[in-house]
């Protein structure tokens, strides 16, 4: 899968929070997000891979928190990443009204993926397994 070609988060709150955070699979997997692995720009990203085939619980990889911005100010995004947000990426996040994009740049993949318990909001993730 091509990790590095998410560069939004979309979350519902802001975070002054800048620097390293690590992108985290969630433990559950409810049916309407497998049923979005059936869609074509997911299944595409996917690259033949299945809803059955991601992990859970475990950390995916680094990135760099750039900034953060209200998705009505999207248009900001290209000034920090350098180029407009591309149309998969719109399809990979929730971008109504009230929300937030928060601008990342990919830095690696986590690749002895241990699992780990997570928690909503920013928290402490050890990479002393990785």
């Not at 620097?19 to 997000?33: C, N, R």
């Not at 299944?43 to 750039?66: F, Q």
């Not at 900034?67 to 180029?83: F, N, P, S």
């Not at 994009?101 to 986590?110: E, G, K, S, V």
Request: charged share 30%; hydrophobic share 40%.
């Amino acid at each position: 899968m091509e990790l590095e070609q998410k560069e939004i988060e979309t979350r519902s709150w802001y975070t002054s929070y800048r620097g390293e955070l690590v992108i985290h699979a969630a433990k559950g997997f409810p049916k309407w997000a497998r049923e979005t692995c059936e869609e074509d720009d997911f299944r595409h990203a996917l690259m033949g891979l299945t809803a059955n085939d991601l992990p859970l619980s475990v950390g995916l990889c680094v990135v760099e928190l750039l900034a953060c911005v209200r998705t009505e100010d999207l248009h900001k995004a290209e000034m920090v990443l350098g180029h407009k947000p591309r149309a998969r990426e719109i399809a990979f996040g929730d971008y109504t009204e009230g929300r937030y994009a928060w601008l990342t740049r990919f830095i690696r993949p986590i690749s002895n993926q241990v699992p780990v318990k997570g928690a909503l909001g920013l928290w402490e993730f050890r990479e002393s397994n990785t």
